[in-house]
């Protein structure tokens, strides 16, 4: 049996005989509002897995480096063993979510530049948003490690609008979260994929709610959500050659 190093709510990392070397099991569950809300959806872990390690794969190919090394079996991906940095960076290109109940700016609305923001990865403390100042008193990052996130996550978020707008999807915003290897070379790590972004159909008219194909279908109680997974994975694999 291997190894279990840690157990997240949609992941278990296990140890691989190489200490560098990380295996990534993904669950099925649905969690949403820090764990509050709770299922298990067949054959979400699978997709959530393929669809990562595609978009993980395409990235890499773009000059963006992060822990990925490759998918192995059904759900499961081999990663870099990194140490996690405790902040999520979240980049958005429409309004949406908590950034509507924030500031009151209609859902919709499309931003005049990505917007970037960091939230603490706490969930005891509901994920905080942080700024600045936030940051440094706590040690997390120093101002030009700060800065040199935001720039990696507005780079991503211009090759993750191509990418998702060739699938006829408009990247509402997403997540993605960092991580330091030995060297101290800082990854992108963790996972991309709909659990972690908003995706909106472009080839639906109507509301939000008509056109999401992400975890918001759980949020929201909208159902359809491993349906909705699959076609996000049948529009990236059409769009993306595969992999030599
Ligand atoms: P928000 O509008 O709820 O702040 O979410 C912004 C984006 O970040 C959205 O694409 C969902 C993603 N996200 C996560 O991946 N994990 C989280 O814990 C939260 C709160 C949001
Ligand atoms: N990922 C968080 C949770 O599982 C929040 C969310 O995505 O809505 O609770």
Redesign the pocket.
Known sequence: MALKRYEGKAKILYATDDPQVLRVYYKDDATAF?AQKRAEIAGKGALGCRISSLIFAYLQRQGIPSHFLQQVGDREMLVQAVEIIPL?V?V?NVA??????RLGIGEGTILAEPLV?F?LKNDALG?PLLTDAHIALLGIATPSEKQALESQGLVINRHLQELFGACDLTL????VEFGRDRQGQVLLADEIAP????LWDRRVEGTSTARSL??DRFRQDLGGLAEAYQEVWQRLRSVIPPSP
């Open positions: 820090n999520e979240v958005r949406a979510g908590s950034l509507c109940r923001e939230y994920d509402v915003d997403f997540k659990d972690t972004c908003r992400d975890k």
